[in-house]
Nanobody, 119 residues
């Protein structure tokens, strides 16, 4: 069973950048998709980016393209979310989660990390 731990959240000024890292432990193969979700205050959690670890395919929500990118490092077993030109609406708890390639459900979740964009 894999485990996920996020890091890198905190307070960021508008226009600034933040990089979140998701460390994936216990992985024995590459048949996973690692997704990044976020849950703003008083809103539902939503998928915003993902990485197919086997193919390397990356997906980023259309409305975040140009500001957010996702990348993976096989040697470090990490999947990072780079966030640039942050605005107040990016304030949320950010989660990474993993699912098998053949399963649409994200079954393993990290604990989440808070990102607050404010002066």
């Amino acid at each position: 069973q894999i485990q996920l731990v996020e890091s890198g959240g905190g307070l960021v000024q508008p226009g600034g950048s933040a990089r979140l890292s998701c460390v994936v432990s216990g992985r024995t193969d590459s048949n996973y998709v690692v997704g990044w979700f976020r849950q703003p205050p008083m809103a539902e959690r939503a998928l915003i980016a993902s990485l197919n670890w086997r193919s390397g395919e990356i997906w980023v929500a259309e409305f975040l393209k140009g500001r957010f990118t996702v990348s993976g490092d096989n040697a470090k077993n990490t999947v990072d979310l780079q966030m640039d030109t942050l605005v107040a609406d990016d304030t949320a708890v950010y989660y990474c989660a993993a699912r098998r390639l053949w399963n649409s459900k994200y079954a393993v979740w990290g604990q989440g990390t808070q990102v607050t964009v404010s002066l």
